[in-house]
């Protein structure tokens, strides 16, 4: 089984940067790849980010060029590097963690991490 936690979220003055990180515990896999997902207040849940088990990225338009996404495979360890914030970036940010264990492909979701951007 697999355990993912979160940090890295908190309050930023717009134009501030954060780094998220989602910290997978366990033994026995690797990952497989990653998706950032944000939901804002009163909205849907919308996916950010995503990275493939290759290090293949795609961002949402709303944040292409501002974050990056990557993966340390020797701490188990995804992140989520936020450049010059918006306000409009507020929202509870997830990670989804796709975990290859002897072939098996699961995916499991970290504890959401608050963001919130304002002056």
């Known amino acids: 089984q697999v355990q993912l936690v979160g940090s890295g979220g908190g309050l930023v003055q717009p134009g501030g940067s954060l780094r998220l990180s989602c910290a997978a515990s366990?033994?026995?896999?690797?990952?497989?790849?990653v998706d950032w997902f944000r939901q804002a207040p009163g909205k849907q849940r919308e996916l950010v980010a995503a990275?493939?088990?290759?290090?293949?990225?795609n961002h949402a338009d709303s944040v292409k060029g501002r974050f990056t996404s990557s993966v340390d495979n020797a701490k188990n360890t995804v992140y989520l590097q936020m450049n010059s914030l918006k306000p409009e970036d507020t929202a509870v940010y997830y990670c989804y963690v796709k975990v290859d264990t002897w072939g098996v492909i699961d995916g499991y979701w970290g504890n959401g991490t608050p963001v919130t951007v304002s002056s």
């Open positions: 990275m493939t088990s290759r290090g293949k990225t």
């Open positions: 366990g033994s026995g896999f690797s990952i497989n790849g």
